[in-house]
């Protein structure tokens, strides 16, 4: 179950919702999108295979790795991506990455977005700092987004 307090209209990129998201846990993907694992338990809305979809991976990102990059199912019409800072909503599992820090966050604003019509896209880690993140992106008036979190530690796949 999902609750926010933004509206629909809210999706709109030149809108804001303030309210900070929660983060119950994330899907583990390596660089190619591959599953390795659940950590917690994700809040997220992805879509799904054959249709609308998205992903963010690798996930977590680790010191080593310069960028993420986001999938989507369409290659064709224009996207809109924004990110958010995240919180947890529990503490996770000691399987996961947990970082060990307090994030301090002022909203849920946005502090990334993009337009785009490729099916993915590359985004440079050095302008985001260690820590938890929804990523949204809408296609065709639709709302997905998935967790990210952004760790300094040095661990390998």
């Given at each position: 179950?999902?609750?926010?307090?933004?509206?629909?209209?809210?999706?709109?990129?030149?809108?804001?919702?303030?309210?900070?998201?929660?983060i119950g846990g994330y899907i583990q993907r390596d660089a190619n999108g591959s599953t390795i694992g659940i950590v917690g338990k994700p809040i997220h809305?992805?879509?799904?295979?054959?249709?609308?979809?998205?992903?963010?991976?690798?996930?977590?990102?680790?010191?080593?790795?310069?960028?993420?990059?986001?999938?989507?199912?369409?290659?064709?019409?224009?996207?809109?991506?924004?990110?958010?800072?995240?919180?947890?909503?529990?503490?996770?599992?000691?399987?996961?990455?947990?970082?060990?820090?307090?994030?301090?966050?002022?909203?849920?604003?946005?502090?990334?977005?993009?337009?785009?019509?490729?099916?993915?896209?590359?985004?440079?880690?050095?302008?985001?700092?260690?820590?938890?993140?929804?990523?949204?992106?809408?296609?065709?008036?639709?709302?997905?987004?998935?967790?990210?979190?952004?760790?300094?530690?040095?661990?390998?796949?």
């Amino acid at each position: 179950m999902f609750l926010s307090t933004c509206k629909k209209d809210d999706s709109d990129i030149s809108n804001y919702c303030f309210d900070v998201p929660e983060i119950g846990g994330y899907i583990q993907r390596d660089a190619n999108g591959s599953t390795i694992g659940i950590v917690g338990k994700p809040i997220h809305y992805p879509g799904e295979y054959p249709g609308a979809w998205m992903m963010v991976c690798p996930n977590p990102l680790f010191s080593y790795m310069n960028s993420f990059v986001v999938y989507c199912s369409d290659n064709t019409n224009e996207k809109k991506l924004w990110i958010t800072r995240a919180k947890f909503k529990n503490q996770l599992s000691p399987t996961g990455v947990t970082l060990g820090m307090n994030t301090a966050w002022l909203s849920g604003g946005k502090i990334f977005e993009k337009k785009f019509v490729e099916r993915d896209i590359h985004i440079d880690k050095s302008l985001f700092t260690e820590g938890y993140y929804r990523v949204y992106l809408e296609i065709d008036g639709q709302v997905y987004y998935d967790n990210l979190v952004i760790s300094n530690e040095t661990i390998y796949y």
